[in-house]
C-alpha cells in the first residue's frame, strides 16, 4: 500500500529506540522507500548498522557527513520525502521542534520538510505529564503535526503509566492512514459495530451467535484509511484486539441486553424452570427493539443505515425470495454467511 512512498523515520535517544527497528521492517515490508535519521543519543542504544540492514539505504546522523552526493542533503531529503514519522521522540526533541531549533540532521531536516508530519513521544509519565511538555505538544498540534499518544504500562526505568511508545503495527496504522488511500471520507464520521451480540437469559448464562467480527472489522479499517472519523462498537470478536488508528472501539459488558448502546444494561434476577409447571416467562430480549431502531429515527439529520444480518447458506437461500429490508430506513439489509 506504500510502494513509491518516501517515509522519513527519526530516531531519538529512548529506550523505546528498539521499536523502531521493527517499524522499519514494517515499512519496508509495505513496499515503501524508507530512510532513517538518528540522532547522536539514538545510536548509544541501537546501532545505525542496524536500520541500513533493515533499509538498504545509508542511515544519516551527521549533519556535516563529507559521504554523500554533491546536494545539499537534508534538503534533498526534506523535498523527496512523502511522511515523517518521529518515533521514539524525547522530550528533548519534542521542545525543539515545537520552537524552530535546528541544531543536527534530525530537526534540520524535518524543518525543512511540508509534507504529513507524525511524532510519537515516550519518555518517563512525570515527564510526560510535565505542562512544559504538554504545552510543547499543544505547539505541534498548532503547526500541523499529528501526535500520537503514547500507550500506558510499565515502563523501563519502573513506572507506570503513559508514556510507552506504541507498537509498530499501531503506528503503521498511522502512517497508512495518512499516505496509503485518497481521503475522499474526510469530515465524516463513521459507526461499524461489529462482532456477536449476548443477550442474558438470566444473572449466569446468555445467548449468542457465531459472528466473527471480521466483516465489521474490515470495514472499519478501510473507513479510517480513508480519512473518515471511526468509532468502532465491537462485541468478543475473534480478530485481534488491535483497532485502527483513530478509531474508538466501544465494548460492551458481557451479557448486556440487546439495543443498550449507551449506559450500563442489566437484567433482573429471574429463574427460568426447565420442569413443567407455569408458562415459562416471556424472553427477555423480546423486550428490547433493534440497535438499528435506537441509530436511525424519523428527524435526526441525513444518515445512511446499512443493517447487517447474519446467515446461514439455507436461510440466506430462503431469504431471496423475501428480500429482507430494514423497517426504519429502507435499506436492504446485507446478509453476511456464517460457518455452519
Partial sequence: MLKGKTILLGVTGGIAAYKA???????????????????????????????????????????????????????????????????????????????????????????????????????NTKMFENPVTQDNLDILRRYGWEVIAPASGRLACGAVGAGKLPEPEVLLQHILRQTALPHDLAGKHVLVTAGPTQE????????????????????????MLRGADVVLVSGPAAVPRTCPATAAPVRPPQARPHGTATGCGHMPPQRIRPKPGPPRPRPPWSTFPPISSALWSPGRGRRRLYPSTARTASSTRRSMRRRKFCPWCGQAAIASGTSP
Fill in 200 to 223: 442474558a437469559l438470566d444473572p449466569v448464562r446468555y445467548l449468542t451467535n457465531h459472528s466473527t467480527g471480521k466483516m465489521g472489522y474490515a470495514l472499519a479499517r478501510m473507513a
Fill in 21 to 123: 527497528a521493527a517499524l522499519a521492517s514494517a515499512l519496508v515490508k509495505q513496499r515503501a522507500h524508507v530512510e532513517v535519521i538518528m540522532t547522536a543519543h539514538a545510536t548509544e542504544f541501537i546501532a545505525p548498522l542496524t536500520f541500513e540492514q533493515l533499509t538498504g539505504n545509508r542511515c544519516m546522523v551527521d549533519t556535516f557527513d563529507r559521504n554523500f552526493s554533491h546536494q545539499v542533503e537534508h534538503i534533498a531529503l526534506a523535498d523527496r520525502t512523502d511522511l515523517v514519522l518521529i518515533a521514539p521522540a524525547t522530550a528533548n526533541v519534542c521542545g525543539k521542534l515545537a520552537h524552530g531549533l535546528a541544531d543536527d540532521m534530525l530537526t534540520t531536516t524535518v524543518l525543512a520538510c511540508t509534507c504529513p508530519k507524525l511524532i510519537a513521544p515516550a519518555m
